[in-house]
């Protein structure tokens, strides 16, 4: 859509992120998201905003126990969107692997992907949200989405047993009730 040093479109999102056609699922994050009146507190370095866009709270899913150690990713793509150069955002990525903020499973040790864009991000009129020279958009494919769908469907299944939801279809063909 923009002109870029090393733009990215969506079907190198899908080549890049999801190694295998089950494991599909994105975990994405934003940064930065700060009000107006905290602004003037933040730097927006490429580093700041990209360590914010790892934090479980930037992250577009809730995880409630997001463990940087035991939540692998396969892959990640970084977008970063405006003043930002590629050797700054490489070196961002160096950082990120040193300081262990990000842990790969064993078979996928390199998965980065990196795109730029120097159009700055737009701004909406009359918006409580600061403005931002740069911004920087994680899109990954992490291990940690399966909790969060374990989670959601077994609490589904437990009220829909415990109303006896569609016990009557099981019983009819032979399964018994505590089954």
Same mark, same amino acid.
């Given at each position: ?66 463990? =940087? ?5 396969? *892959? +990640? $793509? ?8 590629? /050797? ?48 920087? =958009? ?5 291990? *940690? +989405? $399966? ?8 609490? /589904? ?23």
């Amino acid at each position: 859509r923009f002109e870029g040093e090393m733009n990215v479109d969506l079907n190198e999102f899908q080549t890049n992120l999801v190694p295998f056609p089950r494991l599909h699922f994105m975990t994405t994050a934003l940064s930065p998201v700060i009000n107006k009146a905290k602004a003037d507190r933040e730097s927006g370095t490429v580093k700041e905003i990209t360590d914010h866009v790892f934090q479980p709270q930037n992250m577009l899913v809730k995880y409630v126990d997001f463990d =940087v150690a035991e939540d692998k990713y396969m *892959a +990640i $793509s970084l977008n970063y969107r405006g003043d930002v150069k590629s /050797k700054e955002a490489n070196a961002t990525v160096q950082w990120l692997k040193q300081q262990n903020k990000v842990t790969f499973v064993e078979w996928c040790p390199t998965g980065f992907k990196i795109g730029l864009n120097n159009v700055p991000p737009a701004t909406v009129e009359n918006d409580d949200m600061a403005a931002a020279p740069r911004n920087a =958009v994680m899109m990954g494919n992490n291990t *940690a +989405i $399966s909790r969060v769908f374990t989670e959601r469907i077994t609490r /589904k299944f437990d009220m829909m047993y415990s109303q006896r939801a569609f016990v009557h279809w099981y019983v009819g063909e032979g399964m018994e009730e505590g089954e």
